[in-house]
């Protein structure tokens, strides 16, 4: 039997997914993809979702929690302000080096390379390239009912949070931002 499009992960997100994420946080992943599609405990896999991501910073995550009460069939915003959450975190990162502000997440990424280190840098590559980027341009997916699936986007708020600790780790300013503290 051919598996549903809902559970279906394109092969780079399930990568990066083994390259940033533990077997528990797969596991977990797993878990509330399988609840976001149950009738019965979608509202739970939601508020789930909610908890996971927090609150802090207001935007993007603010937004990004609205749009989590319309999975599993909206997809691409909830990965769109993900995605901007990494984005904005990397942008601080390079302001405070010095870093000349750039409107992309990718010249950011190459030009705070050597900051990120080899490992980071290619997750975050990887992330733009394959999430990120589609979230924001692609928008001719006519053999799939939307961009991304359940199982990826869950799959991909977890990468979220997991690269999201690294940056924060590299930068007083990012944790500053992702604790209100910065305005």
Not at 44 to 49: S, T, Y
Not at 114 to 125: C, I, M, P, R, T
């Amino acid at each position: 039997m051919e598996q549903s499009f809902e559970y279906k992960v394109n092969p780079n997100i399930l990568i990066l997914a083994k390259e940033t994420l533990s077997q528990e946080e797969i596991n977990e992943s797993e878990r509330i993809t399988e609840q976001l599609l149950s009738n019965k405990l979608k509202d739970f896999a939601i508020r789930k979702l909610m908890s996971l991501i927090g609150v802090k910073p207001k935007r993007p995550l603010y937004y990004l929690n609205h749009e989590l009460n319309f999975l599993p069939e909206y997809t691409r915003t909830t990965i769109f302000y993900a995605g901007s959450y990494i984005a904005l975190l990397v942008q601080y990162l390079a302001q405070e080096n010095s870093i000349k502000y750039y409107l992309t997440l990718g010249s950011h990424l190459s030009k705070a390379r050597a900051l990120l280190g080899e490992k980071l840098y290619n997750d975050l590559f990887n992330y733009n390239k394959f999430i990120y980027v589609p979230a924001k341009h692609e928008f001719n997916f006519t053999d799939k009912p939307h961009l991304f699936s359940a199982k990826e986007t869950v799959i991909t708020l977890m990468i979220t949070l997991n690269l999201a600790k690294k940056i924060v780790e590299l930068s007083p300013k990012a944790k500053a931002y992702t604790e209100n503290k910065l305005f």
